[in-house]
C-alpha cells in the first residue's frame, strides 16, 4: 500500500487542481492520499469526487502554527472540515494571510515588480496567498532564474521581502484538528532547524496538546533525516507519518507517492486513523 500523507492543490500553494492532483496521484499507483492545504479545507470535495472508489482520500490540512517564536506546520489527517472550531480558526489565519501578502506585495514592489498584489493573485486561483506565489511572480517576473532562488534570495526570514505572521498556537491548532476527530503530525521536523533539546521539547509541547504523530518521512527529509527523527519517534511513542509535500509538476524533484519507507519497528500514523 503506497500512502502519501502530505500534498497541496491549488486551494493553497500546489500548481494542480484538486481533481488534476488525484488523478496524478492515481497514476502514480497511490493507495491512500491526504490533501494537506495550508490552512484551508475548500479543495477537499472536489477531490473527493475525484477520488472515487480509486483511491482512498483523508481530508487533511497543514496549518501555520507559532511556536518558540518561529513557524511550524502542523499536519492534520482525517478530520471533519466542518468542525466549527476548526473552520472558524482557520478564517482567521487566512485574514493573517491576506494582511501578511499586502505587506509582502509592497516589499516585492520595492524590488521592481509593479501591481505586485494582483500578479501574485493571478497565481493563486484558490484565494490563499502564501509565499509560494511570490516566489513565483519574481521568477516569472525575471528576478530570480527560479522558483527556489526567489524563496532563498528573498522570501526566507530576514531577506527582503519576508514579512513574519503571527500564526495559530501550537494549542489552538492541535485542539482544532483533535476536536474534529483527526490526528495531529508534526509536518516535515528536520525542515526547522531545531537543536534535538529545541526538538524534544516542541515534541513535548506538542504531545501534551494531545498531538499524536511526526513525519519522518518527507518529500524535504534526507535519509539520514529519516533516522534522526525515527529517534524522536520512538522516544516519545509518537507515530510515524508519511508525505511528499508535493506541490505539483514544475518541483520534479518531489513527486507524489514516491517515498522512502517508514523505518519497519514504528507504528504507522494509519494505526490511528479508522479503517477504510
Ligand atoms: P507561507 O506558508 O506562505 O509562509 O509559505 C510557505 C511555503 O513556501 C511552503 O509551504 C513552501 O511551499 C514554500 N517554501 C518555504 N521555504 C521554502 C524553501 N526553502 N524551499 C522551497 N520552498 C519553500
Ligand atoms: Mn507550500
Ligand atoms: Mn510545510
Ligand atoms: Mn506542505
Not at 65 to 91: F, K, S
Not at 171 to 180: H, L, Y
Request: proline share 4%; with cysteine; hydrophobic share 40%.
Amino acid at each position: 500500500m503506497i500512502h502519501d500523507l502530505h500534498c497541496h492543490s491549488t486551494a493553497s500553494d500546489g500548481t494542480l487542481s484538486p481533481t488534476e492532483l488525484v488523478r496524478h496521484a492515481i497514476g502514480q499507483g497511490v493507495d491512500v492520499l491526504a490533501l494537506t492545504d495550508h490552512d484551508s479545507t475548500c479543495g477537499l470535495e472536489e477531490a473527493r469526487a475525484a477520488a472515487g472508489e480509486e483511491l482512498r482520500l483523508l481530508n487533511g490540512i497543514e496549518i501555520s502554527v507559532t511556536w518558540g517564536g518561529r513557524t511550524v506546520h502542523i499536519v492534520g489527517l482525517g478530520l471533519d472540515p466542518d468542525h466549527a472550531p476548526l473552520r472558524e480558526g482557520l478564517v482567521g489565519i487566512r485574514e493573517t494571510r491576506e494582511t501578511r501578502a499586502i505587506r509582502m506585495a509592497e516589499k516585492v514592489e520595492k524590488l521592481g515588480v509593479d501591481d505586485a498584489l494582483n500578479k501574485a493573485r493571478a497565481l493563486a486561483p484558490g484565494g490563499l496567498i502564501a509565499r509560494t506565489h511570490f516566489a513565483r511572480l519574481l521568477a516569472q517576473e525575471g528576478l530570480a532564474e527560479d522558483y527556489g532562488t526567489a524563496i532563498r534570495k528573498y522570501l526566507l526570514n530576514g531577506k527582503k521581502a519576508f514579512v513574519s505572521g503571527h500564526w495559530a498556537d501550537l494549542e489552538q491548532a492541535v485542539g482544532w484538528i483533535t476536536g474534529a476527530g483527526g490526528v495531529a503530525v508534526i509536518a516535515h521536523p528536520a525542515r526547522y532547524n531545531l537543536t534535538a533539546t529545541k526538538l524534544r521539547a516542541l515534541v513535548g509541547a506538542f504531545r501534551e496538546c494531545g498531538g499524536q504523530a511526526m513525519e519522518v518521512v518527507s518529500g524535504s527529509h534526507s535519509a539520514q533525516d529519516v533516522i534522526n527523527m525515527a529517534v524522536h519517534v520512538r522516544n516519545n511513542g509518537l507515530h510515524a507519518s508519511c508525505g511528499s509535500d508535493y506541490h505539483g509538476p514544475e518541483n520534479p524533484w518531489v513527486e507524489l507517492g514516491r517515498l522512502r519507507p517508514l523505518p519497519a519497528d514504528l507504528p504507522p500514523v494509519w494505526d490511528l486513523l479508522p479503517a477504510a
